[in-house]
């Protein structure tokens, strides 16, 4: 059962006001829909470096209310497997191990630890927010990045690759539960973080977090921003289940009343941007038209 | 080996707000509720869900924690009624 209004969704809060996170940011949003979700009680998470660690604060204070350990970089989904196997040995395996990464740590420096865990077919969720870039240590160019975005490390010729396509590479070790959510729609997010929870084997959540200070929007923006993400289909909500794509939310509107939204009016209110050519716009349209079509295909295939 | 005893030193952080101190300090706009436009009767709480710290209260009226508001400006933007906006 889909839940349908903000007052359905629990009250308490899991994260203390007061945090290290930027005004308006869209990985607090997703962490605080995704922590209603689960059970904090019966929660473990397991953090690498990035801004979510800026966000857990420094020690003695943190302002989650959830046990949450910070691992090294490249081993979040590895402490997590180990956090699974040590429950499973003092028999508490009523506890729920989540992973939380950004992009740089599943696309780029995480990704031999996740691609582990999930061939053994670890008993864990593992959710990467990708705000396309290493937004922590100042915005720097991570294979996420999308096309003809200036980064500090493209910050002449803007990034020439497109976006790397991590669920195809995750969804290529046949695991149970496959989803990707947005902050801007928060009750989809939390309904696929409450169903991923009840699901045994490994679970992999996207979460496309906008960041105003990195793709250079207002802060006020933050909501608006997200929902354009997924109407103009650069961001696709989505959910495979046992290898059936299930198209979600305003996507799903999308698939049977068209989209209108381009890719112009897409990268016009954001700096990160500011470089791109009419070819370049052209050629993200293009790729970006090609990527909805195999998802609408898939899912009128069911 | 038996009676040795193991003592395992971690560093643990305790929940506590204010992590980061009066994180209202950083505001430059304050919001401000308008209680007329918004009276408790079929309201959306859409501030309260987008609201990314979590300050804003889910009981009526809303009140804004503005000790921790950061100011974003997410809630004025997104209040169907307009009920909220942002002063200097």
């Given at each position: 059962m889909a839940t349908r209004a903000a007052r359905d969704l629990p009250t308490e809060e899991f994260i203390l006001p007061g945090s290290r996170s930027c005004a308006a940011c869209g990985l607090m949003l997703t962490y605080r829909h995704a922590l209603k979700a689960l059970d904090p009680g019966k929660t473990l998470v397991a953090v690498p470096a990035s801004c979510m660690t800026v966000l857990h604060g420094v020690y003695p204070i943190t302002p989650v209310k959830v046990t949450c350990i910070n691992t090294p970089f490249a081993a979040t989904a590895a402490s997590a497997s180990g956090l699974v196997a040590g429950l499973k040995a003092i028999k508490r395996e009523d506890y729920t191990v989540v992973a939380f990464a950004g992009d740089g740590g599943t696309y780029d420096i995480g990704i031999q630890a996740l691609s582990g865990a999930l061939e053994r077919g670890t008993n864990f969720m593992y959710v990467c927010y990708d705000n396309e870039g290493y937004m922590n240590t100042g915005t720097q160019r991570s294979s996420a990045s999308p096309a003809a975005a200036v980064t500090s490390t493209t910050p002449i010729l803007a990034k020439a690759q497109h976006k790397k396509d991590m669920i195809r590479i995750v969804e290529a070790h046949r695991i149970p539960y496959i989803a990707t959510a947005s902050p801007s729609f928060p009750l989809d997010?939390?309904?696929?973080?409450?169903?991923?929870?009840?699901?045994?084997?490994?679970?992999?959540?996207?979460?496309?977090?906008?960041?105003?200070?990195?793709?250079?929007?207002?802060?006020?923006?933050?909501?608006?921003?997200?929902k354009l993400t997924v109407e103009c289909g650069i961001h696709v909500l989505y959910e495979i289940r046992e290898g059936r794509l299930r198209l979600t939310s305003r996507s799903l509107v999308l698939a049977e009343k068209g989209r209108k939204k381009t890719i112009a009016d897409y990268v016009k209110g954001q700096t990160r941007f500011k470089k791109i050519s009419k070819d370049q716009i052209d050629a993200l349209q293009q790729w970006t038209d090609q990527r909805w079509e195999e998802f609408l295909q898939r899912h009128n295939r069911g | 080996m038996a009676d040795k005893i193991r003592e395992t030193v971690m560093a643990i952080s305790r929940p506590a707000p204010g992590e980061a101190g009066r994180t209202g300090d950083w505001r430059s706009?304050?919001?401000?509720?308008?209680?007329?436009?918004?009276?408790?009767?079929?309201?959306?709480?859409?501030?309260?869900?987008?609201?990314?710290?979590?300050?804003?209260?889910?009981?009526?009226?809303?009140e804004i924690d503005l000790e921790y508001c950061k100011g974003c400006g997410v809630c004025a933007e997104e209040c169907p009624r307009k009920a909220i906006t942002m002063v200097e």
């Open positions: 997010l939390f309904d696929k973080v409450k169903t991923a929870k009840d699901i045994r084997g490994s679970r992999y959540l996207e979460v496309l977090a906008p960041c105003p200070p990195g793709w250079g929007f207002p802060n006020k923006d933050l909501i608006k921003m997200g | 706009y304050t919001p401000v509720i308008d209680h007329e436009k918004c009276t408790g009767k079929d309201s959306c709480l859409y501030c309260w869900l987008y609201c990314p710290d979590g300050v804003i209260s889910r009981e009526f009226p809303l």
